[in-house]
Each structure stands twice: as C-alpha cells, then as structure tokens.
C-alpha cells in the first residue's frame, strides 16, 4: 500500500514557467513532509520541508504548500529553470524520535529552454 | 568536507549469491539509514543505524541485514539473492538518529542480480 503518492511520473514545463509538483498521503499520523531532489548518478538531495502546523513554507524559488484536511502537498518552483530538470521526491514521516521515512516514487521534471 | 560515499558503485551478482556493500558517512556524523530503489516503488526504508545499533527497520526481509562500526562506517548485507533485488541501494548519513530528515546521500551501489 503506497502511503505517499505521486500519481504523475513525469512533468515537463517551459523555462521561466511555474512548475506543480503533487504529492497525496493516506496516513493521517504523518506531520512533516519533505523533497528530494535527485540528478542522474547522484543521491537524492534534500530541497525543503513544511510541518504540519504550516500551511506555507518558502525557499527562494521553492515554495511547499500543505493542505493537510485533503492530505495533498505540492512543490511550487518559480521560475523554473532548465538546471531544475531532475527527478523530485515527496517524503513524509509521523511523529516519533523513531520515525522513518516514507517516500513516493518521484516525479521526473524537465524544464525545457 | 567530504560527501557520503559508497563503494562499489557498480555490482553484478548471480541468484543466491550474497553481497555486501559499504557506507561512509560525513566526518562525524553517527546515523546512518539505508534505502532501496527501485522503478517500480520508488525509494523504501530498509534500516537505520546509530552508535552501532539498529534503531529502525523496514519491512524487508531477514535476508537484508547491516551493521555499524565503530567509526560510523556501515555496511548492509544481501544474502541469497533473488532477481528483484536488482536495485540502487542509497545510503544517507546524519549527525544524529531520529533527525528531521536525512540531508545527505551518497551516490548508490547499483546492484544487479541475473
């Protein structure tokens, strides 16, 4: 059972444009979620993260919003460049010192010149 | 300061064979977690390991197992390998266990197993 979705495998958007990225969740526990972004032949790099007592997080192009009542995240880039082409990954995990990491299959974003 | 590496990069193995892979985190850094990769599931958890202890585990079975040495190196083990455990093997280091988040992975060993 898939707990963090990302039902589109791929996303291809013009430079300059905004780029969506969505996630959708299923377990109600989970209270922090993440991306990940990842280049061919490297490891996922961490790109930002929102709790659940946010709606809103930003970090210079990127902004992750959370609408927590519909279990849906999503990864705003603007303006999106072509050096954002990768494929990016949406994490979640629920409370607990413990807790591991749970991570949807990604989404393959290309910006195009 | 130097990245996460893992070594092999590359790895071919028959059916039931076993395999180990290593890990070596940031200079100081203590945890370190293991992810498997695949097209078909995306990344999943396999285990995490701090101060030479497991502290989490995913639901893989008994034929993954790792360790943890003293220096915080670690290495994960594949035993009796099937076909479907062809796969990227990420492993990401942290300062501490049961952090926020993972920041830094290393590349990955590709592993494929005929």
């Known amino acids: 059972d898939q707990q963090v979705k990302q039902n589109s495998p791929s996303l291809s958007v013009q430079e300059g444009r905004i780029s969506i990225l969505n996630c959708d969740y299923t377990?109600?526990?989970?209270?922090?979620f993440l991306w990940y972004k990842k280049y061919p032949a490297e490891g996922p790099t961490f790109l930002i993260s929102i709790s659940s007592i946010k709606d809103k997080n930003e970090d210079g192009r990127f902004t992750v919003f959370l609408n927590k009542s519909a279990k849906h995240l999503s990864l705003h880039i603007v303006p999106s460049q072509p050096g954002d082409s990768a494929v990016y990954f949406c994490?979640?995990?629920?409370?607990?010192?413990?807790?591991?990491?749970?991570f949807g299959k990604g989404i393959t974003l290309s910006v195009r010149p | 300061k130097a990245g996460v590496t893992q070594t092999p990069r590359y790895l071919i193995k028959t059916r039931g064979q076993q395999v180990t892979l290593s890990c070596s985190p940031i200079?100081?850094?203590?945890?370190v977690s293991w992810y498997q990769q695949t097209p078909g599931q995306g990344l999943q958890f396999l285990f995490e390991y701090f101060s030479e202890t497991q502290r989490n585990k995913g639901n893989f079975p008994g034929r993954f197992s790792g360790r943890q040495f003293s220096n915080s190196r670690s290495e994960m083990n594949v035993s009796t390998l099937e076909l479907g455990d062809s796969a990227l093997y990420l492993c990401a280091s942290s300062l501490a266990s049961g952090g926020i988040h993972p920041s830094f992975f290393g590349p990955g060993t590709r592993l494929t197993v005929l």
């Open positions: 994490a979640a995990r629920p409370t607990g010192a413990n807790s591991k990491l749970t």
């Open positions: 377990n109600s526990m989970f209270d922090y």
């Open positions: 200079s100081g850094h203590r945890s």
